[in-house]
C-alpha cells in the first residue's frame, strides 16, 4: 500500500473492524471494514485490484474494476472467463527477490517516504515461536528473526 501510494496511486483496502487503524496508519485512502461493508458497493473504476484472499472475494473483484483494468492475485490465476472479465485482464504474481527493487525499496525507507511497521522480533534460535506466532495472530507489521555473530 505504501509504495502505491509513493507512486500516485489513490488506495483503498479492506480489513476487519480491529485492522482498520492499521491500514490508516499505512496511509490508505480508504479503509474499509469487510465486516460490514462490502467493497463493491464502494469501490467502481478501478484501474488494478491487488488479490490477496481468493475464492469469493476475488470473483467479486472482477465487478470494481473499470474497462481495461487489471485484476492481480498472489494465489491463483483469476477466471478469464468470469461473466465480469470481460475487456480486463487477470493475471497471477508471485514476488522474486530483485538486487534493484531492493535498492529502490531501502532508498524509500531511509528517506522516511515508507514506514517499517515490526510486530515482533524473535532470535533466531526462536524460529519455530516465529512460525507458530505467525500461525496464531493476525499480525500487523513484519516478524523479524534476529541473526546474530
Known sequence: MQFAKVKGAEVYA?????SL????DLGVDRAIDYKTERFEAICK???LVIDLIGGDTQARSWQVLG?????VSTLTMPDAHHPQAAGKTGTRFTAAPR???????AGLIEAGNVQVFIAKVFELNEAEQALDFLAGEHVHGKVVLRVRE
Open 45 to 47: 473504476d478501478f484501474d
Open 14 to 18: 479492506t480489513a476487519s473492524t480491529e
Open 99 to 105: 538486487g534493484d527493487e531492493l535498492a529502490e525499496i
Open 21 to 24: 487503524p492499521f491500514l490508516n
Open 67 to 71: 474497462e481495461g483494468g487489471r485484476l
